[in-house]
């Protein structure tokens, strides 16, 4: 048979008095209490020398208030010259686009109104060949109405943007 035995003693609790410190410890405090109590005493005397001095230096100085300026300003009379409508420069006007590729372009408008007739050759809208032909002409004369002179694709685009 084993027997354990433990170390669970009771220690009886020590109660706490007031500290007490060797005399050079005390006498170190004394001497830093009292150091410090030289030196109030030693600025507070400076003051009451110097009271008038030291209340002055006391206060905020006021400042005025100032108005920033420009160093030199233009005269009120003299205002800021407007640009008259005379010396705008002109609007540069696009030139016109070469015959030839004005040409393709046609050509492509009109294979966008064939395919637009052949996809809608069974809708409702368009009863025969004739009227779906005479709606898209009458599309691409607004459009060139809207674009006389052809200076971009700006007449395709309108052209195929209406029969969408």
Not at 120 to 134: E, L, P, Y
């Amino acid at each position: 048979m084993l027997i354990f035995s433990g170390c669970a003693t009771h220690k009886p609790k020590v109660r706490k008095g007031p500290k007490t410190y060797d005399q050079s410890v005390e006498d170190e405090f004394s001497s830093i209490e009292n150091s410090q109590k030289d030196v109030l005493n030693y600025y507070r005397e400076l003051r009451q020398k110097n009271w008038q001095q030291y209340k002055s230096e006391g206060k905020r100085k006021k400042v005025p208030y100032r108005v920033w300026r420009r160093q030199n300003p233009a005269p009120r009379s003299q205002k800021r010259p407007q640009a008259s409508p005379e010396k705008l420069a002109p609007v540069p006007q696009a030139k016109p686009l070469a015959a030839s590729i004005v040409k393709e372009m046609k050509i492509e408008i009109r294979q966008y109104m064939s395919y637009f007739c052949m996809e809608n050759r069974k809708s409702a809208r368009f009863s025969g060949s004739a009227d779906c032909t005479a709606f898209t002409e009458n599309v691409l004369r607004e459009c060139e109405n809207d674009h006389p002179v052809i200076t971009d694709r700006s007449l395709v685009s309108c052209v195929k943007g209406k029969l969408k």
